[in-house]
């Protein structure tokens, strides 16, 4: 049985994120700590009835934390969790799917236009007082992205999302899903993943907003970067392992596609010695595309609205999992 707010305890475990303080602002007094270290939350994580967490997760905690009863996930993604050992114990879980949809599309959009304007290129030059003259070559200039075709794998909310702000700029976008029947929304059209291969020879842009699952863990791999022109710049705003690395690096090295922009990386954060540090024709963001200022309020938003649904005792949850 779910405990009374009265008797509720909730633990809020980020090494960063400003959660207690976002819920306490709305005055709930309910009883909740936070804590910021691994060690810590190992050991105090059987004082909670309510976890709220994400990368600080480990599943050892399962059998530890008696008194757990609901796992509200700080993000959207859940592969972290022991789904069928909380379903055994009673735990009840939700994702924070969505809370960053806007944020991701519009760094992911950021990142289209970075590489078409040549930004990385001109903070180098700045840092090292170089002023470029004018470019004769076309294919070195800065360019435009009205007429540009976007590949969009993933057309969830993220996906949606870039799609619209693509269109904003005139471009052809046309959207990747594993169920094509569930709309294209502002793309102009949308395939299974299994199509994907005969497009990318259309590709100015492929971007990943994509979940990572069996079906997109390696999707861009050597023969996916050799079927791109290029001209074409790779941008993945999802997760590291939906493109194989080593087979980016080559490409990249050897001029196959003109870039890349990486908001993911596998591992997080590169090796120091790895090679997406120093290639001149890659940009790397650190994994920041759902971090905004709203980001704690959207989480606690999602928290609230499942605590009142556990308090009523609804079988669903906003983002159930388990």
């Known amino acids: 049985m779910f405990p009374p707010k009265d008797q509720?305890?909730?633990?809020?475990?980020?090494?960063?994120?400003?959660?207690?303080?976002?819920?306490d602002a709305l005055g709930?007094?309910?009883?909740?700590?936070?804590?910021?270290?691994?060690?810590?939350?190992?050991?105090?994580?059987?004082e909670a009835d309510v976890i709220v967490v994400s990368g600080m997760w480990h599943n050892g905690l399962i059998p530890l934390a008696k008194r757990l009863r609901f796992i509200q996930s700080i993000g959207s993604g859940t592969d972290q969790f022991d789904k069928e050992a909380l379903a055994a114990r009673g735990i009840r879980l939700a994702s924070a799917a969505g809370v960053n949809a806007r944020a991701v599309a519009e760094h992911a959009i950021s990142l289209i236009l970075a590489m078409a304007r040549r930004l990385p290129e001109a903070r180098d030059n700045q840092a090292r007082r170089v002023w470029r003259g004018m470019i004769g070559d076309l294919t070195e200039r800065e360019d435009e992205l009205s007429g540009k075709t976007v590949l969009i794998i993933g057309l969830g909310r993220i996906g949606g999302r870039l799609a619209q702000l693509a269109k904003a700029f005139e471009m052809k976008v046309i959207g990747f899903r594993r169920h094509p029947a569930s709309g294209r929304g502002a793309a102009d059209a949308v395939h299974p993943l299994t199509e994907l291969s005969a497009f990318l020879p259309q590709a100015?842009?492929?971007?990943?907003?994509?979940?990572?699952?069996?079906?997109?863990?390696g999707l861009i791999d050597a023969k996916a970067l050799g079927l791109m022109p290029s001209s074409a710049f790779l941008v993945n705003a999802a997760r590291g392992p939906c493109v194989v690395e080593a087979a980016l690096i080559e490409a990249l090295q050897a001029g196959r596609i003109a870039g890349a922009a990486l908001d993911v990386t596998d591992p997080e954060p590169?090796?120091?010695?790895?090679?997406?540090?120093?290639?001149?024709?890659?940009?790397?963001?650190?994994h920041t595309g759902g971090e905004t200022r709203q980001y704690e309020a959207n989480v606690i938003d999602i928290l609230v609205e499942n605590l009142g649904r556990l308090w009523r005792g609804e079988t669903e949850l906003?983002?159930?999992?388990?």
């Not at 100015?204 to 863990?217: A, G, Y």
């Not at 590169?270 to 650190?286: R, V, Y």
């Open 28 to 46: 709930t007094g309910i009883c909740n700590f936070e804590l910021r270290d691994g060690d810590a939350f190992s050991q105090r994580a059987h």
């Open 204 to 217: 100015d842009f492929v971007v990943l907003t994509c979940p990572l699952v069996p079906e997109t863990q």
């Open 8 to 23: 509720l305890t909730i633990c809020f475990a980020h090494a960063a994120y400003q959660m207690k303080a976002c819920f």
């Open 270 to 286: 590169p090796q120091q010695d790895s090679p997406l540090w120093t290639l001149p024709n890659l940009f790397l963001t650190p």
């Open 318 to 322: 906003r983002n159930q999992v388990v």
